[in-house]
């Protein structure tokens, strides 16, 4: 089985290398941003693909798209830090066979792996009890968890305004709008201001009214 780890963390990919280096049946390969993976993919014609959401340029999201958009048979697994279940809604609404967080068990990332490889799907047992008891309204956009403040400084990130700016349009002050920036990654799963971007263009906050 050929697998393709898509990550922008060296540390990563060699964590994913160990978990997977007692497999003998098992052959990886890794792509460090949505470039390198297309090309991988058209060189290895990988069996399952390990995808992380954060990526350099372009999104997880986005390269999920790309992927499917060459094969729609792909077997791609989401790979990340974030276990909400809202991302994961969001994953397998977009043609992830599987979505697994980075906290889990090694044995589980494995299992996964196996289980997306032989045509099924894979959640863990955790992330699949939130998934079956979370209110429908989770399984929406994720920016609807936002509050207008959240939306309009996101929406001015969109737009290139930086945070001095932004504070001075919402008349606040500059430390205001960085924590809201804070509780906008930790709420959005993002690692960077880059990341916000990302995550702001792919659902069109630009253009949304508060």
């Known amino acids: 089985m050929r697998v393709l ?15 997977l280096s007692g497999q003998t049946d ?10 390198e993976a297309l090309e991988k993919y058209a060189s290895t014609a990988p069996d399952v693909i390990v995808l992380d ?3 350099p340029g372009v999104s997880g999201f986005e390269l999920l798209r790309l992927l499917l958009k060459r094969n729609p048979n792909a077997k791609i697994i989401v790979f990340t830090m974030n276990d909400d279940p809202v991302f994961a809604a969001r994953a397998i609404e977009r043609g992830a066979r599987g979505y697994l967080a980075k906290s889990e068990d090694p044995k589980v990332f494995i299992k996964a792996i196996r289980s997306v490889g032989a045509g099924e799907r894979y959640l863990s047992s955790n992330l699949a009890l939130k998934l079956a008891f979370a209110d429908q309204s989770l399984k ?4 609807d968890a ?7 400084i996101l929406r ?8 001095t700016e932004i504070a001075h349009i919402l008349k606040v002050s500059y430390k205001t709008v960085a924590n809201n920036c804070i509780l906008l ?14 995550i702001a263009v792919e659902n069109k906050v630009a253009m949304r009214l508060v």
């Open 5 to 19: 780890i898509v990550d922008d963390h060296p540390m990563v990919i060699e964590g994913c290398r160990g978990m």
């Open 26 to 35: 098992i052959e990886v390969s890794e792509a460090h941003n949505a470039d």
């Open 53 to 55: 959401i954060n990526l």
């Open 140 to 143: 929406k956009n994720p920016l």
């Open 146 to 152: 936002l509050n207008n403040r959240e939306i309009e």
């Open 156 to 163: 001015n990130l969109a737009n290139g305004k930086d945070m």
């Open 185 to 198: 990654k930790r709420k959005l799963g993002a690692r960077s201001k880059a990341d916000l971007l990302r």
